[in-house]
């Protein structure tokens, strides 16, 4: 999402969130304030800081598929009386057969969400990875066939393990000749750096800036436990994500979409640690959007 992109997304914002908005929206992934309802969710969201809500509509989450097409304008609606944007959702949603995939599009419309997160296709066990790309192309076009004529995007996140869209690659082959405004990634440079910590995931970066609709945050490094390496979430900058140099591809691509920020490590004040973090993106935003 470019700064052109970003004109028609910000007409559905509240003023509040559109004022002085010289970098990306950082916004607070709701998974990690599930004990929260909605009016609560926004006045605390504001109260650390975030610029938006990333919502969970999907199973436990905020709102829950079988009440997307009444709850889902609520609870934006709630969250926008604090001032804050709901500039994406993340879903559970894979293929158009999903019931609650024509409801969540229609919501969103109604409550002018333009962004929403594809639910995860896995990689078999011996998979045939072209034939798996070429059937998650289809499902693709599916969930597009309903979202795109409503101006919605679709948003790939890449994360590592077995997940299609591991290597970033399977997700561009995915994507190849469907237009920007219909679907791109849901770029997390944290697993990028899990699957590609040498050189990998530079070339994750550069095929993910053409069509760059979304951003999630985490920092992790690697560590052995029992007898095998793992990588082992923490708080940002204590990992081994090379953040300048993200932030600085995001500002020269002149990346204007949300940053959602994710929080997977244990820790005794959860509020305080998102707080921290969020400080942290926000001057590594400012100091490369100046």
Known sequence: ??????????????????????????????????????????????????????LTVRPKGHVLPERVAEDLPRAVDAIRKHGLSVPMITTDL??????????????????????????????????????????????????????????????????????????????????????????????????????????GWRVSLDLALEKLKMSAIKDFYWEKRDGKWRNRWCPLGEGMVPWPEFFAAYAKAGYMGPISLHMEYPGGDELAAIGKDLEYVKKQAEAAYR
């Open 1 to 54: 999402m470019t700064r052109r992109d970003f004109v028609w997304t910000s007409a559905a914002l509240p003023l509040a969130a559109q004022r002085g908005m010289n970098r990306p929206q950082l916004c607070i992934f709701s998974k990690h304030m599930a004990g929260f309802k909605w009016e609560e969710l926004g006045a605390k969201a504001k109260e650390l800081g975030f610029d938006g809500v990333d």
């Open 94 to 199: 894979k293929d158009a057969a999903d019931a609650a995939a024509r409801p969540t599009f229609e919501a969103m419309k109604r409550a002018g969400v333009p962004l929403y997160k594809v639910g995860y296709w896995v990689y078999k066990k011996d998979p045939n990875v072209l034939a798996t790309v070429a059937e998650c192309r289809r499902k693709l076009q599916g969930l597009l066939a309903l979202s795109a004529p409503l101006g919605l995007t679709a948003g790939l996140h890449n994360h590592s393990g077995t997940d299609v869209g591991c290597a970033v690659w399977d997700y561009r082959e995915i994507m190849a000749g469907i237009p920007a405004k219909e679907a791109g990634y849901y770029f997390d440079p944290g697993h990028s750096v899990v699957e590609g910590g040498s050189f």
